[in-house]
């Protein structure tokens, strides 16, 4: 059984370098927000997070690896300035 602060732990390392916040709802439920703390970009925001149902370390595997596939999903397909051919004015 983990403690809420464990599980916060195994978060945060699951999802290193991206910084996590955490907020505990009244019905004991997990609202995460994991961003970019140098650039301050959200990447992914889930809320609902049951703290009831991550009591083993395999299910707290699972949930993290499902969160990179969100993070991952969430980058596809975006372009950044970066990505763009840069104009070259003759």
Do not use: W
């Not at 019905?27 to 994991?34: C, E, H, Q, R």
């Not at 809320?47 to 299910?59: D, H, K, M, V, Y």
């Amino acid at each position: 059984m983990f403690t809420l602060s464990q599980l916060r732990n195994c978060i945060e390392e699951g999802l290193s370098p991206l910084t996590c916040e955490f907020t505990l709802c009244r019905d004991a439920s997990l609202t995460l927000k994991v961003f970019d703390a140098e650039t301050g970009r959200v990447d992914l925001v889930v809320t609902g997070i049951s703290t009831n149902r991550l009591q083993t370390p395999q299910e707290v595997d699972k949930m993290v690896e499902e969160l990179r596939y969100e993070l991952h999903s969430n980058h596809l397909g975006k372009l950044t300035l970066d990505d763009l051919p840069s104009a070259s004015h003759p």
